[in-house]
């Protein structure tokens, strides 16, 4: 980094934190850092005023342990760890990977931080239900102990019994409590005679005719 500059002047510097920091602030005593990049890497840079300035760099460890909560024990696992870097920001990222038969419901990340608890605003991306990987990401702000509590809920198989003159269209999966849409096909000179639903004790389950689409 250059040691001097006059008046105007763009001054710009790298920070490289180590593995487990990131850059929490910058301060400019005589100045204001703005980020900015060049090239491929994240840097910072100042207008060079008229007097001497300081630079003031703070780095704070990451995480110092995570620990998964679930409401249904052995049902998901934390696959990932890690940080990934935005342009101007850096947010922790985690995958949970459930187990056959379980779906995530609802998921919360909260850091423990000298004494206090924050509650993390999460953002899902890449949710391959398909997969059983759910993906998360938070922007770092407090560091320290991260909990993730995942509430999950059982996937239940929906059978499909053979039906002909026509085809039936529905998810091979769903939760308690879900609505189940059913979608006819008839084929050409056919029309629905009747849909009847009952669940594996051979309880019969009401069909509400919005579910049924001919």
Same mark, same amino acid.
């Given at each position: 980094m250059q040691e001097t500059a006059k008046a105007g002047e763009d001054v710009v510097f790298t920070i490289n934190p180590t593995d487990t920091a990131y850059v929490f602030s910058i301060d400019i005593y005589g100045g204001e850092a703005y980020e900015t990049m060049v090239g491929e890497r994240l840097t910072y840079a100042f207008e060079m005023p008229s007097t001497d300035v300081t $630079?003031? !760099?703070?780095?704070? %460890? $990451? $995480?110092? @342990?995570?620990?998964l909560v679930t409401n249904i024990e052995d049902s998901c696992e934390i696959s990932y760890c890690g940080v990934y870097s935005y342009p101007v920001r850096k947010a922790f990222v985690f995958d949970i990977i459930v187990k056959d038969g379980y779906t995530v419901d609802d998921v919360i990340a909260e850091i423990s931080y000298q004494g206090s608890t924050y509650t993390c605003s999460l953002y899902s991306f890449n949710k391959f239900s398909y997969q059983d990987v759910f993906t998360y990401s938070f922007f770092l702000g407090n560091l320290g102990d991260l909990t993730i509590t995942a509430t999950l809920e059982r996937l239940y198989d929906i059978i499909v019994e053979s039906a002909e003159n026509g @085809? !039936? &269209? !529905?998810? @091979?999966? &769903? #939760? %308690?409590? @879900? #609505? !189940?849409s059913i979608i006819l096909k008839p084929d050409d000179g056919y029309v629905v005679s009747s849909v009847s639903v009952v669940d594996s004790n051979g309880n019969t389950v009401t069909v509400e005719p919005t579910t049924i689409h001919l």
């Open positions: $630079i003031y !760099v703070e780095q704070l %460890e $990451i $995480i110092d @342990s995570v620990t @085809s !039936v &269209s !529905v998810l @091979s999966k &769903s #939760t %308690e409590g @879900s #609505t !189940v």
